[in-house]
């Protein structure tokens, strides 16, 4: 007389962890994939382009750095408000340039490195000039691209 | 005897002809004009004679002079056009192998004239003369000593190329071996008792090991420091302005540092003091502290307050040091195991900057200005650390995530398991 | 009208549940083998449902796929899984496609009446290999290039053909992102297709004849399907999706380099591991056989391989065991040593 409630213990046991269990994998494969299907708020970057800032987001005789292709880059509006990008890139030992806009150009603090809006040296240890990117305004957005 | 006598008259006259400047006096004859065809005849007597008579000739086509229209006789004088013996007649104005005392003179005959030289190089300078009479060897050589260096010691002669010739002697990778060949050379330096070690140490230097390892043209020579037609050591008051030809930003933190009052007072020259002159190493951390071999040791005192700013100082470089080679850890041990980093990479570039920023800051001597470079790079370098943790939490997370699913998994073949137990294999039972 | 009677009237489905309560599996010795087939059809049902997901962020531009891809693993919640998914459970796949052919081979499982489903098989595993190497490109990182322009290189060698062939598989004359255009497109639309196709003739054929068994006759012992060999198999799938989550998870799979189709070939250049045999064939064959340049013999000597793996069941006809069987049984041993030993060859030599 033992056996049979015993049987009857297991089966519903099983039942109970098959039940268990497949309510768990439901859980675990679909908590991934509708996470997976929520869009990243961070914008699809391409190698070539990248939105670098909001036209509002840099005034006229100012700079912003950002980050191109694993490296920083540096977004210039001029004073009369036109977009330059240059590799903010020291071309002497590799810091990361920024601009001053009491001077109206680029220039990198740690060894008082100075480039025009061009991206030529002006003054100061840097061999060569920062290698200038092309920036195009779309709408709303500062797109700047790699030249092919 | 009284030929001798005639012809040294003769000498001395054409010398004064030769030296008197260009243009200034009515007497002086015009720089040459630059003749049509170089059809002469020194060239053509001179190659078949052979031997130290036809050395000249050999690579003469070469000299820039030549390249210019100019003849032998713009230096040597005579009548190239006469075919035989008497173009060297010194009534047509020969003069044979100009002495070396004389070369300053005949070369500046052109060189010193700026109109003439304004129709070959607009630019070029017409100082060089002059200058060189300020230097050590024009000083030496118009007192009579003619074994100092003159023109052709350094800019060579049959051929004179041109500087930007990687031939010449003064091409700038080749001008430290040039200078060498005298001021290496220990029975030639004897009578003037100065050091001959100058070249060795320059070739261990930072500036040697760019110019003549790597070629590269922007390194200084030895005339960038001395002057080239002008050499002459720098003093102590110019060494600082020297240097700041290229490293301009150093002498401007040094200017205003507290060193420079104290160093003028000692005779201390700015930068050697501290990087010493020929034997210039690329500058180490270990440079700044208070025992050797920091430099600052050379001065301050254990215990004084100097010795601890330099102390400070150097912690501070320290301090950063170790917080990006933390940071740049963390970060490769993310990537390492799979983590996208590249968000780490800006505050981490950013902290490199402010590192070297902090070097340099060690220019002004102020601790202030050092640390507070120092302790931003500390802070970004935390910024890229905290990311590249956050990117090893989220490898925990997903290890989590993967111990969850596997329990999952385990209650569900366990249950799958006693299923099929229960069932038992039909026709068996 | 219960909705069960609603859709019976319309999807008649009563009769396949009818059918699948009546299918029976044999048990015999090395019964496990009846199991690969599954396991290979669970890993294709995640590839699908992986490859549809990865669809939604991956770009298939020279520009764009490398980058895309390193969004998927950095930017995309949970898109590091769905990657490193796809691309383990790729390489599974590949696996256990040949596991189930040499199964399906030393079962003997090709005889009459299953011709066909052995050569819808034996399709398959092309279609499969196909998918291996046009989806090795698309993450357009530097070893999947170099190892493309290597492979599509093999093709232009086949004789008379190959010249032209090469220029349609990469789309031009060199390996660019017209190449990478034509590869997604095999991948995500021509090869799915082709699949759906083989694998509903595979699959019905196999419904249609019932389970293979070995001997002559049927074995005197079987498992129905339902619930018996349905639960096996449940647990088997259950143990592959936890072999590749602790794959996904321990080894993610890398993005590598960008391609740079400028840059030197990286040193060590391999394919795929499942087409290193080949590779390491053609790399020690000599250079000139039977009045071919080696790698034209090499590749003749191949598509044969692969019309003979074809042509196995009208070779081996026989219900009992025959001398034709233990040939083919013999040259099946070598093929399975071959692949095994050149492909440990191609890892090991320098």
């Known amino acids: ?148 | 005897m009284v030929g001798r006598v005639r012809w040294a008259v003769l000498i001395g006259a054409a010398a004064w002809l030769w030296l008197a400047p260009p243009g200034r006096t009515a007497a002086a004859p015009a720089p040459p004009p630059p003749p049509a065809a170089p059809a002469d005849s020194c060239t053509g007597c001179h190659r078949t004679l052979g031997g130290r008579l036809a050395a000249p000739t050999q690579a003469i086509a070469d000299d820039i002079h030549v390249r210019r229209g100019f003849s032998c006789a713009a230096c040597h004088g005579g009548d190239p056009q006469a075919p035989g013996m008497e173009a060297m007649d010194p009534r047509k104005g020969f003069v044979g192998k100009p002495g070396r005392q004389r070369l300053p003179a005949l070369c500046g005959r052109c060189h010193a004239d700026p109109a003439f030289m304004r129709r070959y190089n607009p630019a070029t300078p017409t100082d060089e003369v002059a200058r060189f009479l300020t230097s050590v060897h024009g000083q030496r050589l118009v007192k009579g000593d003619v074994k100092v260096a003159t023109c052709t010691s350094c800019h060579g002669v049959h051929p004179i190329l041109a500087v930007a010739d990687s031939r010449s002697p003064v091409f700038p990778s080749n001008v430290p071996g040039t200078c060498a060949r005298c001021h290496a050379d220990a029975r030639y330096m004897q009578p003037y008792g100065i050091p001959i070690t100058q070249y060795a140490e320059y070739q261990a230097s930072v500036h040697g090991e760019a110019l003549l390892q790597r070629g590269s043209k922007q390194a200084p020579a030895c005339n960038d420091c001395h002057g080239n037609h002008g050499a002459v050591p720098p003093g102590v008051e110019s060494v600082a302005n020297v240097c700041a030809q290229c490293h301009a930003s150093q002498r401007d933190l040094f200017v205003r540092s507290p060193h420079r009052v104290p160093f003028e007072g000692m005779g201390l020259a700015q930068c050697t003091a501290c990087h010493g002159t020929h034997k210039i190493l690329r500058p180490t951390d270990e440079m700044v502290g208070a025992a050797p071999p920091a430099v600052c040791a050379q001065c301050h005192a254990p215990g004084s307050k100097g010795a601890a700013a330099a102390t400070a100082i150097r912690s501070a470089l320290e301090d950063l040091k170790q917080a990006l080679q933390a940071a740049t850890q963390v970060v490769a041990l993310a990537e390492h195991a799979g983590m996208d980093m590249t968000d780490a990479k800006l505050p981490l570039n950013d902290a490199q900057t402010q590192l070297i920023l902090a070097r340099n800051l060690v220019h002004s001597l102020s601790l202030r200005e050092v640390q507070s470079a120092a302790t931003e790079g500390v802070g970004l370098a935390r910024r890229a650390a905290d990311l590249g943790l956050a990117a090893l939490d989220e490898i925990a997370f997903r290890r989590r995530g993967l111990v969850v699913a596997l329990v999952v998994i385990a209650v569900l073949v366990l249950g799958l398991y006693l299923k099929s137990r229960t069932l038992g294999v039909p026709g068996n039972s | 009208m219960g909705l069960g009677a609603w859709l019976e009237d319309r999807l008649r489905w009563r009769a396949a549940d009818q059918f699948l309560r009546h299918k029976r599996v044999p048990l015999v010795r090395h019964g496990y083998v009846y199991y690969f087939g599954g396991i290979t059809l669970f890993l294709f049902l995640i590839q699908v449902v992986t490859g549809l997901l990865l669809l939604m962020y991956y770009r298939p531009t020279a520009d764009a796929a490398y980058e895309s891809v390193r969004f998927i693993m950095a930017r995309v919640q949970f898109g590091w899984l769905v990657r490193s998914v796809h691309s383990w459970a790729a390489n599974l796949m590949v696996f256990w496609v040949f596991a189930h052919l040499f199964g399906a081979f030393f079962l003997r499982a090709y005889r009459r009446p299953r011709e066909l489903t052995w050569i819808s098989g034996g399709l398959l595993l092309f279609v499969t290999l196909a998918f291996g190497f046009t989806g090795y490109l698309l993450p357009w990182n530097m070893l999947a290039y170099f190892a493309t322009k290597v492979g599509t290189e093999i093709v232009g060698a086949v004789p008379l053909v190959g010249g032209p062939l090469l220029v349609l598989l990469r789309g031009g004359e060199d390996v660019t992102e017209a190449t990478l255009s034509r590869f997604f497109g095999i991948h995500v639309a021509i090869l799915p297709a082709l699949t759906t196709l083989l694998l509903g003739l595979h699959l019905f054929l196999v419904q249609l004849h019932g389970m293979s068994h070995p001997g002559a006759r049927p074995p005197g012992r079987a498992l129905p399907f339902i619930p018996h060999v349905v639960l096996r198999e449940a647990m088997i799938w259950l143990g592959m999706t936890a072999l590749l989550a602790v794959l996904a998870v321990l080894l993610p799979w890398p993005a590598g380099e960008k391609a740079d189709p400028l840059a030197p070939a990286p040193a060590g250049i391999k394919p795929e591991w499942y087409f290193v045999f080949m590779f390491q064939t053609l790399k020690l064959i000599p250079s000139h056989v039977l009045g071919l340049e080696g790698e034209q013999a090499g590749i003749v000597a191949f598509v044969l391989g692969a019309a003979v793996l074809l042509a196995v069941p009208f070779l081996d006809r026989g219900e009992e065991p025959t001398r034709a069987t233990r040939i083919v049984r013999a040259a099946g041993v070598a093929a399975v040593l071959y692949i095994v030993g050149m492909t440990a060859y191609g890892y090991l030599a320098p």
């Open chain 1, 1 to 148: 007389m033992a056996r049979p409630p015993l049987r009857v213990t297991r089966r519903s046991l099983a039942d109970y962890l098959i039940g268990t269990g497949l309510a768990g994998l439901a859980g675990t494969i679909l908590y991934p994939l509708v996470r997976y299907l929520i869009p990243p708020k961070v914008r699809e970057v391409s190698a070539g382009s990248i939105v670098a800032a909001k036209v509002a987001e840099v005034a006229p005789n100012s700079g912003k750095v950002f980050l191109f292709g694993g490296k920083p880059a540096i977004l210039v509006r001029t004073p009369e408000g036109t977009f330059k990008a240059f590799s903010a890139v020291c071309t002497h030992l590799a810091c990361t340039v920024q601009y001053r806009p009491e001077i109206g150009h680029i220039w990198c603090a740690c060894h008082d490195g100075h480039y025009d809006l061009n991206g030529q040296v002006l003054a100061g240890p840097p061999p060569r000039p920062l290698p200038e990117f092309s920036v195009t305004v779309r709408g709303d957005d500062v797109i700047v691209t790699r030249p092919a």
